[in-house]
């Protein structure tokens, strides 16, 4: 058996360091007798891995005092309803800086709740851009401001944090959080689905902080305030206890590459090699998004003849290189590389890519 380079935009490639320790520890975890999956969440050694993985989560991303972290479900497209829910009461209005898919779908969601304003966005560039800040029509009495700092479907990225004054900025961070150091302070409210550079799918890790906790946002059940999570611990109801397993896990392994600030030099160091190799490619290859707005974690390209797709597709596949196909909506191929994506894998599609350009040109 041999693990292929993989590309997938998510669920994603996790270290191999992590899955083996997983694999390692399946039957018999911490001598307890039994896999992890296969104890109560209310244990004392169930409470003290999540205890760990949540320290260990805060020093990585240097949460300030004043924040808590959570572990929830639904993935990020329940939080795109959850949050307004919490934050906004009924007729209040909320901010959204859409670019790409996912914003859009988080406006979409907020909708039922709330006045959901679009406040910037990049559709007349087809996502392929960023809106210049200037032209933002902020409101200063939105509940809040959300934005996608990544946006995984068109691979666009902010470089830095948008500037929004006093209004909580709200980031859905699901395809780039830990891929290098964050602001935290910056922030009201982080989100991200597991399954990029965290762990399985079925987790959501939140970073909140107490002033937005305390908001009474709208009549709710408690399961969907996020008040009542941060009370029991994320423990309201049994979490996903096997992700948050693997989530701390991953945490671990960050710690051992060096934390978050080697991580962001090894993502820029892998985006620009993807990114130089369409370059040099003499037209056979090319980024369809603007320069400045690249993303380093999604990778969208597209070949000089869609006509070749298939091959390519069929041909890298064979090559051991898994999930190049783009997304629809943007079509050609896209290449993610989260952090459990080596250099070394990126370095392998490269020359693929150049083999290919050579026997297709
Ligand atoms: N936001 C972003 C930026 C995403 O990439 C995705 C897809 N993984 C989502 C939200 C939706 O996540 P989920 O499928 O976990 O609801």
């Known amino acids: 058996m041999s693990r292929a380079w993989n590309f997938s935009a998510g669920p994603a490639a996790l270290p191999e360091a992590v899955l083996k320790r997983a694999q390692a520890e399946m039957l018999d975890w911490n001598g307890s007798g039994a896999s992890v999956m296969e104890l109560s969440h209310r244990g004392k050694a169930f409470m003290q891995l999540a205890a760990t993985a949540e320290e260990r989560l805060r020093r990585l991303l240097g949460v300030p005092v004043g924040y808590k972290v959570l572990f929830l479900q639904g993935g990020a497209t329940q939080h795109f309803a959850q949050i307004p829910m919490n934050l906004a009461a009924d007729g209040d209005s909320a901010d959204y800086i859409v670019t790409g898919h996912w914003g859009e779908k988080a406006v979409r969601e907020a909708a039922p709740y709330i006045n959901a304003r679009v406040a910037g966005t990049s559709e007349a560039a087809h996502y392929l851009d960023l809106p210049p800040r200037e032209r933002w029509t902020l409101d200063p009495a939105a509940s809040y401001v959300h934005y996608t700092p990544n946006e995984t479907i068109h691979g666009v990225e902010f470089h830095d944090v948008p500037d929004v004054g006093d209004v909580p900025l709200v980031a859905d961070m699901s395809s780039n959080i830990l891929s290098e150091p964050v602001d935290v302070a910056k922030f009201g409210l982080i989100y991200a689905g597991a399954q990029k550079n965290i762990g399985p799918s079925g987790l959501v890790v939140m970073i909140i902080r ?50 978050l600030a080697a991580m962001g030099e090894r993502n820029a160091r892998k985006a620009k090699t993807l990114y130089d190799a369409f370059e040099n490619s003499g037209g056979f290859y090319r980024s369809p998004v603007a320069v400045n707005a690249r993303s380093r974690m999604n990778v969208p390209f597209t070949l000089h003849d869609s006509a070749l797709d298939a091959a390519f597709l069929a041909e890298s596949e064979a090559a051991g290189l898994l999930a190049l196909k783009g997304h629809k909506a943007v ?26 350009a050579t026997k297709h040109g």
């Open 210 to 259: 107490d002033d937005l906790l305390a908001r009474k946002g709208r009549p709710m059940a408690k399961i969907f305030r996020y008040a009542e999570h941060a009370a029991n611990d994320s423990m309201l109801n049994t979490p996903n206890t096997w992700g948050w397993y693997l989530a701390g896990l991953t945490f671990e392994w960050l710690e051992t590459q060096g934390g």
């Open 331 to 356: 079509g050609g191929m896209r290449a993610s590389l989260y952090n459990a994506v080596p250099q070394e894998a990126v370095d392998v599609l490269v020359n693929f890519m150049r083999d290919f």
